[in-house]
Nanobody
Framework: QVQLEESGGDSVQAGGSLRLSCAAS?????????MGWFRQAPGKEREGVAT???????IYSDSVKGRFTISKDDAKNMLFLQMNSLKPEDTAMYYC??????????????????WGQGTQVTVSS
């Protein structure tokens, strides 16, 4: 059973920071997965935010590059997203995702079969 549980969502003002956490319970070695964050704003499609693979290779979407940092703690099976310089357009439900690693991770929603329930981030201007 794969379980992903996000936490850390909140309401902040523009320019503020938040740190999202994801506690992962995975079938096999935690390091055998692509892990990442997606988000979905009302009326919009799901958008890939960042992903990290077993070699700690990272991909960010252009919209968050330089402001967000993805990281993980393999010993604790935790995934994090540090979000700085938040903007109103960052407002969305943020999802932790996982997929078995097959050579390369990507920011495509269909690549990920495991999703958490989401945590809401609201940024006011």
């Amino acid at each position: 059973q794969v379980q992903l549980e996000e936490s850390g969502g909140d309401s902040v003002q523009a320019g503020g920071s938040l740190r999202l956490s994801c506690a992962a319970s995975l079938r096999s070695s935690y390091r055998a997965y692509c892990m990442g964050w997606f988000r979905q704003a009302p009326g919009k499609e799901r958008e890939g935010v960042a992903t990290i693979d077993i070699r700690d290779n990272i991909i960010y979407s252009d919209s968050v590059k330089g402001r967000f940092t993805i990281s993980k703690d393999d010993a604790k099976n935790m995934l994090f997203l540090q979000m700085n310089s938040l903007k109103p357009e960052d407002t969305a439900m943020y999802y932790c995702v996982a997929a078995p690693f097959n050579g390369q991770c990507a920011l495509r929603p269909l690549n990920y079969g495991y999703w958490g329930q989401g945590t809401q981030v609201t940024v006011s201007s």
